[in-house]
């Protein structure tokens, strides 16, 4: 069974950092197409960043420039660091993982099988 553990998330006031972790248990495979979307209340699940588990990072125009996502294949854990936090940041933010294919940088939620428990990350103004 494949299971993906988050760490980190919290409170910051704007303009802080915070850094968001998760680590992929259950799969033998070491590169996956990983990365991080975010819902805030009542608005829909959006891409934040995906790592295509080669050479490809993907961000949303609304974070790009602040925020970076990058992959340990020998851990096999996905980072989030976001920088220059913004109050429209605020949201729970999820992992999320599936096996490496062409094209997955550019994954939609109900593309990727494999979900974290999810990380309150807020940022205040």
């Known amino acids: 069974q494949v299971n993906l553990v988050e760490s980190g998330g919290g409170s910051v006031e704007s303009g802080g950092s915070l850094r968001l972790s998760c680590t992929i248990f259950?799969?033998?495979?070491?590169?996956?197409?990983m990365g991080w979307f975010r819902q805030a209340p009542g608005k829909e699940r959006e891409v934040v960043a995906l790592?295509?588990?080669?050479?490809?990072?993907v961000y949303s125009e609304s974070v790009k420039g602040r925020f970076t996502v990058s992959q340990d294949f020998h851990t096999r854990t996905v980072t989030l660091q976001m920088n220059n936090l913004k109050p429209e940041d605020t949201a729970m933010y999820y992992c999320?993982?599936?096996?490496?294919?062409?094209?997955?940088?550019?994954?939609?939620?109900?593309?990727?099988?494999?979900w974290g428990q999810g990380s309150q990350v807020t940022v205040s103004s």
């Open positions: 999320a993982a599936d096996r490496v294919w062409p094209g997955c940088s550019h994954a939609s939620a109900a593309d990727l099988d494999y």
């Open positions: 259950g799969d033998s495979d070491s590169r996956h197409c």
């Open positions: 790592d295509n588990g080669y050479d490809t990072q």
